[in-house]
T-cell receptor, first 114, second 112 residues
């Protein structure tokens, strides 16, 4: 069964600094890995989905990389803004045959200070 | 499009009471999911439904039942609520062939 870990649990950076968020997973035979954003009291919003055949995926200031051999994914947010303050979660399929069923990390809570 | 909607937003129950959490999506997705989120534990899958008329257990199904009423609606029922079921419950849906899931705003449930 897939285990997903996110360290650190919380992170505070000054505005303008680049953010680096880490996600580790135990089963390297994953189909994909997703990054989500969650604002306080709200649901999750999908940010990026990286397929197993890809090494990275980009959307605006966000870039996510995937290294299956080391069991790691990293989300980079360039030039952070106070509006980037949220909890970021990564998720991978629960098992290799569990299409649609996701295993989530506990998340990294990010605060960007003005 | 409203996306995924959930009702109610908040609920307080006494131990032993029952209730049903409602979820609906207007994106014509076949697959729907129920998760619970507890502090420090991320989201855990309770049940999912790959299509209308089918349901299957996830990681933490004990104490819950589900109904896939039609393609749009997927409900979660607590027959006899327990304090351990205090949590935030999220419903999600996804399109066939896509791993990307769309989430509702959540229901915050407290069982006293």
């Amino acid at each position: 069964k897939q285990e997903v870990t996110q360290i650190p649990a919380a992170l505070s950076v000054p505005e303008g600094e680049n953010l680096v968020l880490n996600c580790s997973f135990t089963d390297s035979a994953i189909y994909n890995l997703q990054w989500f954003r969650q604002d306080p009291g709200k649901g999750l919003t999908s940010l990026l989905l990286i397929q197993s055949s890809q090494r990275e995926q980009t959307s605006g200031r966000l870039n996510a990389s995937l290294d299956k051999s080391s069991g790691r994914s990293t989300l980079y947010i360039a030039a952070s803004q106070p509006g980037d303050s949220a909890t970021y979660l990564c998720a991978a399929p629960l098992t290799t045959d569990s299409w649609g069923k996701l295993q989530f990390g506990a998340g990294t809570q990010v605060v960007v200070t003005p | 499009n409203a996306g995924v909607t959930q009702t109610p937003k908040f609920q307080v129950l006494k131990t032993g009471q029952s209730m049903t959490l409602q979820c609906a999506q207007d994106m014509n997705h076949n697959s729907m999911y129920w998760y619970r989120q507890d502090p420090g534990m991320g989201l855990r899958l309770i049940y999912y439904s790959a299509s209308e008329g089918t349901t299957d257990k996830g990681e933490v199904p004990n104490g819950y039942n589900v109904s896939r009423l039609n393609k749009r609606e997927f409900s979660l029922r607590l027959e006899s609520a327990a304090p351990s079921q205090t949590s935030v419950y999220f419903c999600a849906s996804s399109q066939d062939g896509s791993y990307e899931q769309y989430f509702g705003p959540g229901t915050r449930l407290t069982v006293t």
